[in-house]
């Protein structure tokens, strides 16, 4: 069972499991603006997959879909992940993180309990969760799995009481859960609100480049494919009742960022001006931590994951989709999200 699956992390997931398993995977969304089923075409029509439309909130919904499928893995992806959003709307934020992450770990626990004691060791369910929970960092040192939480915003505030609701739920109950957090994802099909993809579509489009504040906000930078390696092995590999962090060591700061795809585009879109000619400041946006990252030597160690796309060659396959993929991302343009800025408003 992939919950979130139809998102951009969760597609990844399920695209690779497909291709690298024989496992059967489920797929649980509520398909809100950020979903696409574009995303999971390479699995429709198998008998090894299905989509499920269903709110994870439902607690009676997801208990019968425990009790119907049986999972032996569980990869709970589902979440309001983006900040600006969580800051003009943050109820959805623990509807979905929270109360969400709550229903999904009651259903689990009940399905878990009932099975036969020679079947409970192949269950594993593992949450998948953020970097941004440890707050901000100064100019050195990186998180560990042992950094106090410390968030920032009322999305990273949501996900560190999941977190939290995931280790109780293996420290009380026993459920094997293991958690991990990742740094900032960028890669194909991710929806157009975030960084990478907006800054790219928007070059594309000749648009203006906005960027928060002066651009010297930093950040680790995962490409998508290592980041569901790093599931899988956790998943399979990984110690219940233990936490990962995720990141490839990559820290950039956002305007580095934007000029690296400004620069990929002059080469393979070139215009009639260099594309960093478009980039604008604009106001910051409120609680934008100043620098993430993490250590991510004991997944490394324990586990022996490494990331195998430099931040280079993961950008330039990431340019590369969205120039070559309009017929994915269009339509989400003129139909769900234009681009305008998001976060700026306050809720009282």
């Given at each position: ?6 998102g951009f ?6 695209r690779?499991?497909f291709?690298e ?7 649980v ?9 574009a995303?999971l ?11 499920i439309e ?10 019968d879909l425990f009790e119907?499928i049986?999972?032996?893995h ?7 992940s983006h900040?600006?959003?969580?800051i003009?709307?943050p ?6 993180n ?5 229903s ?5 626990l009940?399905q ?12 594993r369910?593992?949450?998948?969760s ?8 100064g ?5 560990t799995?042992?950094?106090a ?10 996900k560190a009481?999941?977190?939290h609701?995931a280790?109780?739920?293996?420290r ?9 957090n990742?740094t ?5 099909y991710q ?11 928007k070059a594309i489009e000749?648009?203006?480049?906005p960027v928060?504040g002066?651009?010297d906000?930093?950040?680790d930078?995962?490409?998508v ?6 599931l ?7 110690h219940?009742?233990?936490t990962?962090?995720?990141g ?11 000029e ?12 009639k001006?260099p594309?960093r000619?478009h980039v ?5 946006r409120p609680g ?8 991510p030597s ?7 994951w490494?990331?195998?796309?430099s931040?280079?060659s993961?950008l330039?396959?990431t340019?590369?989709w ?13 139909q769900?999200y234009a ?10």
């Amino acid at each position: 069972m992939v919950t979130g699956g139809a998102g951009f992390i969760g597609s990844a997931l399920c695209r690779r499991l497909f291709t690298e398993t024989k496992d059967t995977i489920t797929v649980v969304d509520k398909m809100t603006y950020a979903a696409s089923r574009a995303s999971l075409a390479p699995l429709e029509g198998s008998p090894r997959f299905r989509l499920i439309e269903a709110d994870i909130c439902d607690a009676g919904l997801m208990r019968d879909l425990f009790e119907a499928i049986e999972p032996d893995h569980v990869y709970h992806l589902a979440a309001e992940s983006h900040v600006d959003r969580s800051i003009a709307g943050p109820r959805a934020f623990i509807d979905t993180n929270v109360v969400g992450t709550f229903s999904l770990l009651e259903a689990a626990l009940e399905q878990w309990q009932r099975r036969p004691d020679r079947t409970k060791d192949q269950f594993r369910f593992l949450h998948v969760s953020t970097d941004e929970v440890y707050g901000a960092l100064g100019v050195a040192g990186r998180f560990t799995e042992d950094t106090a939480y410390n968030p920032s915003s009322p999305y990273s505030a949501s996900k560190a009481a999941s977190n939290h609701l995931a280790k109780a739920w293996h420290r009380t109950y026993g459920l094997p859960v293991l958690i991990s957090n990742s740094t900032n994802n960028y890669g194909p099909y991710q929806f157009c609100e975030k960084l990478v993809p907006q800054m790219i579509v928007k070059a594309i489009e000749g648009k203006t480049l906005p960027v928060y504040g002066n651009g010297d906000h930093v950040r680790d930078w995962l490409f998508v494919g290592d980041h569901v390696r790093a599931l899988e092995l956790i998943m399979n590999s990984g110690h219940p009742g233990q936490t990962y962090n995720v990141g490839a060591r990559a820290e950039r700061t956002n305007l580095q960022v934007v000029e690296a795809i400004c620069t990929l585009l002059d080469e393979l879109l070139p215009g009639k001006s260099p594309h960093r000619t478009h980039v604008e400041f604009v106001a910051d946006r409120p609680g934008h931590d100043r620098r993430y990252a993490v250590d991510p030597s004991k997944l490394e160690r324990e586990l022996g994951w490494h990331a195998l796309e430099s931040f280079d060659s993961g950008l330039r396959r990431t340019v590369l989709w969205y120039l070559n993929n309009r017929a994915w991302w269009e339509p989400l343009r003129s139909q769900v999200y234009a681009g305008e800025r998001l976060g700026m408003s306050t809720v009282r």
